[in-house]
């Protein structure tokens, strides 16, 4: 157990649906990481926030957002969902003030599924 | 370019044996990290090692050892006495640069390990 929790676990949605992806970073960690993982596009950096403003966007789509809250918890938000974005989506925490060997540690996911 | 490239779409070893899988890097930041996870079939990923663009000694944890080789960007994760647990994806991760809080991972495309009785 990383000590991330996700939820939920597994989301079943149709097309055109607005959906919110819950992520509690480990207790001390101040980044939050959002990462799609899908067949065609492997894993992907969608975007991270660190104490609760964001720090960095990677190919993260304009019917995406994120925010970071004060209490560190992080969601995702993900609207008109189209097929394409049946993936699992990942979030990861690190401490992210403490330089190079900053690690991060991964949730279990949660397996959108758009119908 | 890909930044991280891992050759072996899947690799199989006996249960008990030794097992490398091979990672490249291509990056011009003379600051990095590198990591490797582990996916098992259930979807988790799960941290296994990290090696510091500086750090002089390949790291090592428990049954998992990187051998680094700076030269050639190659961050290989050896596996020792492989055990049928250790069947799962395998994923190398770069992070570029070392300043600020900005550590966003590329991750290559992963080598499916088979570890057979």
């Known amino acids: 157990d990383s000590g991330v929790t996700q939820t939920p676990k597994h989301l079943i949605t149709a097309t055109g649906q607005r959906v919110t992806l819950r992520c509690s970073p480990r207790?001390?960690?101040?980044?939050v990481y959002w990462y799609q993982q899908s067949l065609d596009q492997g894993l992907q950096f969608l975007i991270q926030?660190?104490?609760?403003?964001?720090?960095a966007k990677g190919n993260i789509l304009e019917r995406f957002s994120a925010q970071q809250f004060p209490d560190l918890h992080s969601e995702l938000n993900l609207s008109s969902l189209e097929l394409g974005d049946s993936a699992l989506y990942f979030c990861?925490?690190?401490?992210?003030?403490?330089?190079?060997?900053?690690?991060?540690?991964f949730g279990p996911g949660t397996r959108l599924t758009v119908l | 370019a890909q930044k991280i490239t891992q050759t072996q779409p899947g690799m199989f070893v006996q249960e008990k044996e030794a097992v490398t899988l091979d990672c490249t890097y291509d990056?011009?930041?003379?600051?990095?990290?590198l990591f490797w996870y582990k996916q098992p079939s259930s979807g988790e990923m799960i941290f296994l090692i990290y090696?510091?663009?500086?750090?002089?000694q390949n790291a090592t944890e428990g049954r998992y050892s990187l051998n680094f080789q700076k030269a050639r960007k190659s961050a290989n994760l050896v596996i020792s006495a492989s055990q049928l647990g250790d069947s799962a994806m395998y994923f190398c991760?770069?992070?570029?640069?070392?300043?600020?809080?900005?550590?966003?991972?590329?991750f290559g495309k992963g080598t499916l390990l088979t570890v057979n009785p």
């Open positions: 990861a925490s690190s401490v992210g003030n403490v330089g190079g060997a900053d690690t991060q540690y």
């Open positions: 207790s001390g960690d101040l980044s």
């Open positions: 926030y660190y104490n609760g403003e964001e720090r």
């Open positions: 990056t011009s930041d003379p600051s990095y990290g």
């Open positions: 090696q510091g663009s500086y750090d002089q």
């Open positions: 991760a770069m992070r570029e640069g070392s300043g600020g809080s900005n550590y966003k991972l590329t």
